[in-house]
């Protein structure tokens, strides 16, 4: 089973949430203290050429997929870390969907329902850009949600949570045994930073349609929602399906080091071109033949 790969931003499995250490927003660029914005749009630029390939090479191969799962607070560069990342990559190996407030029919099945059938398939890349674990996020900061998912029975909300923990991680340990790498990002923001953003899409007019009022009434709720995270870091990092708490003040620099982290994940699969045998290499020599005197 695919185990994480070893990373200073690697929410470490098995800490408890008062365990946690307090994961930075800004990085210092520790790897080299005089890194320019122009070397990190150059490394990041190599980074993408690799994982191109490497996404050929996991297509072909056929016995892996692998799923990226991204969640922040609002204006923590989710949208733009995928584009980025995977802007060289054949889109016929890669699909990406987004995951808002759920529809009639999705609250009427299961909490995991909605995502479960957009996994993706072997020798694929899939993005979740949000997912499963609002339920343990947004529902956890506003459990009147709770109201609207028609579950059979309301226990105790810690319980609740508790759960819902442990229906992820069932999922996640069951997908990771059948093929699917599972790879899942924190981009951590500031309270500061993301105050400078919203201020810049409300004064950019090519950025007001990103702007809402629920931005800003989600930003009350900030400490209960960095609650919420460490809890869900702790309960659910797993070697198999890892947290990587990824500083998001430079967008740079989070972009380079999410694809750093996803390109090391495609290389350790060991990824290979199939093989052909020697009756098919004889067959391609006498298909060959037959195309050259056509």
Sequence with gaps: MFQAI????LVTPGQAADELPHFPTAERLA???DWSNKKLKDELEDRVVSITELQRRLYADDRFALLLIFQALDAGGKDSTIRHILSGVNPAGC???????????????????????RLPERGRIGVFNRSYYEEVLVVRVHPQLLEYQKLPRIPDLDELW???????NDLERHLARNGTIIVKFW???????????????????????KFSKSDVAERRHWDDYQAAYRELLAATSKPHAPWYAIPA?????????????VEKTLESLELEYPTVSDQQRREHEEMRAEIEAS
């Design 31 to 33: 790897e080299a203290s």
């Design 249 to 261: 003040d430079n967008k740079r620099y989070m972009r380079w080091h999410v694809a750093t982290i």
């Design 187 to 209: 981009l951590n923001v500031s309270k500061t930073e993301q105050q400078k953003r919203f201020l810049d899409r409300l004064d950019e007019p090519s950025k007001h349609w």
């Design 162 to 168: 508790r759960e819902r923990f442990e229906s992820i």
């Design 6 to 9: 070893p990373d200073r931003f």
């Design 95 to 117: 699909q990406v969907f987004a995951f808002k407030q759920p529809s009639k029919e999705e609250l009427d099945h299961d909490f995991l329902w909605r995502t479960t059938k």
